[in-house]
């Protein structure tokens, strides 16, 4: 889940069950055969969620800790969120957009297919990751030259990346809260595992 950090707590966590409602909409979906209760018992009691409040250390200042440490931690999530309104005017976001939508093996070198949920944004008039900022001016220094090293096209691919987030925002192209196709059938692909693992065969 990504967010903006100056996001109010209660609305963040409405968020998080907004995107666990979402999932929980593609379950019963692909799978009709499910009891209500076996779905409930996945979205609310099984699905691990990664918020990085809650793991990383905020005031500890360690930026290269961090830039170290969040690939990981994101190459091992099946879905991922970006929750607040804000989050694309946020360097440390657009970092973990970038880290999570950067592992498609499908796409040529330079372009990447935006597999994230995103909620509406503040962000759609189509700015790149210029635009950004961090708390730290020096975060930023750091996850561009992360982004420029490890991010296919480096900062002209994330650019792209962004620019796909904000055709996705922009309600002349898209209403409501549409979503990118590749985020739905990336869920979709781990249904069957998450429920494999979380309540044995079917």
């Not at 700015?127 to 480096?154: H, L, M, Q, W």
């Amino acid at each position: 889940m990504t967010y903006d950090w100056q996001e109010n707590y209660v609305d963040l966590q409405e968020a998080v069950w907004s995107g666990l409602d979402l999932i929980g909409s593609i379950v019963r979906e692909r799978r009709p055969d499910l009891d209500e209760v076996d779905v409930e018992r996945l979205i609310a009691d099984r699905i691990g969620i990664w918020v990085d409040f809650l793991f990383i250390d905020q005031s500890a200042r360690d930026v290269v800790g961090e830039l170290a440490v969040l690939p990981e931690l994101i190459e091992g999530s099946d879905a991922h969120f970006v929750l607040s309104r804000t989050a694309l005017t946020r360097a440390w976001c657009c970092y973990e957009l970038a880290l999570f939508n950067k592992r498609d093996p499908t796409e040529p070198s330079g372009g990447r297919t935006l597999r994230s949920f995103v909620t509406p944004t503040l962000a759609s008039n189509y700015t790149g990751f210029a635009s950004t900022s961090s708390t730290a001016p020096r975060d930023k220094v750091e996850i561009e030259r992360n982004i420029e090293a490890d991010y296919p096209g480096g900062m002209i691919g994330l650019d792209g990346l962004l620019m796909q987030v904000s055709l996705q925002s922009d309600p002349f192209f898209t209403r409501g809260a549409a979503q990118a196709v590749a985020a739905h059938e990336l869920v979709a692909d781990a249904i069957d595992r998450w429920l494999q693992h979380q309540l044995g065969p079917s």
